[in-house]
C-alpha cells in the first residue's frame, strides 16, 4: 500500500499487483491496467496513453547511454565549463549532483550506433534529427525525468530544447519530498543557484505553470511550500505563484510567496550578489 499518486491522498490507499500489471486505489476507487494509469495520470486519452508507454519503454535505456556521453563529454570541453563558471555555478557537487552534460554535436550519433541503437531508433527518441544529425549542439545538458533539457551556448540557436514529450514531475524530487519545508523555482539555473547557495530543499517545475503530476507531488504530504518565482517586469510569475499557493492552500497545503527584488529571479539574485542569510530573510519574510 502507498499513497495514491492520482488525487491529494495522506493515507497509503494505493494498491499495485505487478504480476497482472494491475492497480486500484481505495481512496479515490479509481484502477485498471497500465494504460488506464496512464490515461488518468496524464489526462490523455487511450491513444495518446499507448504511445506514451510505447516511447517511454523505447527511450530510456538509449536515453542513460547519452546522458552518460554527455557527462563524459562536459570534462573534454572547456568551454562548456567557462559557460556555467561565467553564469555562478560554479560548485563541482552541484554538477555531479545535477549529471551536467555537454553535447558538442557531430558525435553522440556515432556513439550510440557503435553501441547498437539503429537510426531510425534515434531518431525516434529525438536524440538524432531526420536528416541524421545530432539534435543537441553545443548546449549544456540537463537530465530530466525522460527527457533532457539543452541550454545553447549560441546565441544564433534557440535557447532551449527538449526531446519530445512530457517534462515529467519536479526535478530531483526524490532528493527533497521529505523535507518538511521545499523551495519551488521555475528553471533550472534557478535550482543550481538556490542549492549552491546552501538550500539544498529546492526543486524545479520548469516553468511558472505546473502540470497535474508536479501539483499532486508538492501535494502529497503536509509542508511548506516556499514558492519563488521571477519577479518579472510584467508580472507575470508573482500572478503565477499567487494562482499557485491559492490552488495549494485548497490541498491543505502551506503555501508561501517569496518577493524577490523587481527584475529578479532565483539565479540573478545569488549571483548580483545575494547570500544565504539575505536568502533566508525573503524566506521569513514570504507572504501567504
Known amino acids: 500500500m502507498r499513497l495514491c499518486p492520482l488525487h491529494g491522498d495522506h493515507n497509503p490507499s494505493f494498491l499495485v499487483d505487478n504480476n497482472k500489471g494491475l492497480f486500484y486505489c481505495y481512496g479515490c476507487?479509481?484502477?485498471?491496467?497500465?494504460?488506464?494509469?496512464?490515461?488518468?495520470?496524464?489526462?490523455?486519452?487511450?491513444?495518446?496513453?499507448?504511445?506514451?508507454?510505447?516511447?517511454?519503454?523505447?527511450?530510456?535505456?538509449?536515453?542513460?547511454?547519452?546522458?552518460?556521453?554527455?557527462?563524459?563529454?562536459?570534462?573534454?570541453?572547456?568551454?562548456?565549463?567557462?559557460?556555467?563558471?561565467?553564469?555562478?555555478?560554479?560548485?563541482?557537487?552541484?554538477i555531479e549532483e545535477m549529471r551536467i552534460g555537454y553535447a558538442p554535436g557531430g558525435c553522440l550519433r556515432g556513439w550510440l550506433t557503435q553501441l547498437g541503437h539503429s537510426l531510425p531508433a534515434l531518431c525516434q527518441t529525438g536524440l538524432v534529427t531526420e536528416a541524421g544529425y545530432d539534435a543537441y549542439?553545443?548546449?549544456?545538458?540537463?537530465?530530466?525525468?525522460?527527457?533532457?533539457?539543452?541550454?545553447?551556448?549560441?546565441d544564433s540557436a534557440p535557447a532551449h530544447r527538449f526531446l519530445p514529450g512530457a517534462k515529467g514531475g519536479l526535478y530531483l524530487w526524490e532528493q527533497v519530498q521529505s523535507y518538511p519545508e521545499v523551495i519551488l523555482v521555475e528553471g533550472l539555473f534557478d535550482y543550481a543557484a538556490v542549492w549552491q547557495g546552501g538550500?539544498?530543499?529546492?526543486?524545479?517545475?520548469l516553468g511558472a505553470h505546473l502540470n497535474t503530476r508536479q501539483f499532486r507531488q508538492l501535494c502529497d504530504a503536509p509542508r511548506t511550500v516556499y514558492i519563488a518565482f521571477d519577479a518579472d517586469p510584467n508580472g507575470s510569475g508573482q500572478q503565477a505563484a499567487q494562482s499557485l499557493a491559492g490552488r495549494l492552500r485548497e490541498q491543505g497545503v502551506n503555501a508561501r510567496r517569496v518577493s524577490l527584488p523587481d527584475g529578479h529571479d532565483p539565479h540573478s539574485f545569488f549571483v548580483q550578489?545575494?547570500?544565504?542569510?539575505?536568502?533566508?530573510?525573503?524566506?521569513?519574510?514570504?507572504?501567504?
Open 29 to 94: 476507487g479509481r484502477g485498471g491496467d497500465v494504460i488506464r494509469f496512464a490515461e488518468l495520470y496524464h489526462q490523455v486519452k487511450f491513444p495518446q496513453a499507448v504511445e506514451l508507454l510505447r516511447q517511454w519503454r523505447g527511450v530510456g535505456p538509449v536515453l542513460q547511454e547519452a546522458v552518460r556521453f554527455y557527462r563524459t563529454q562536459f570534462y573534454r570541453h572547456s568551454e562548456a565549463f567557462l559557460y556555467l563558471y561565467e553564469r555562478g555555478i560554479r560548485s563541482a557537487a552541484l
Open 137 to 154: 549542439v553545443r548546449r549544456i545538458v540537463f537530465p530530466l525525468e525522460g527527457n533532457l533539457y539543452g541550454r545553447s551556448l549560441s
Open 199 to 205: 538550500f539544498q530543499n529546492v526543486t524545479c517545475s
Open 273 to 288: 550578489g545575494g547570500d544565504a542569510h539575505q536568502f533566508q530573510a525573503l524566506l521569513e519574510a514570504a507572504l501567504p
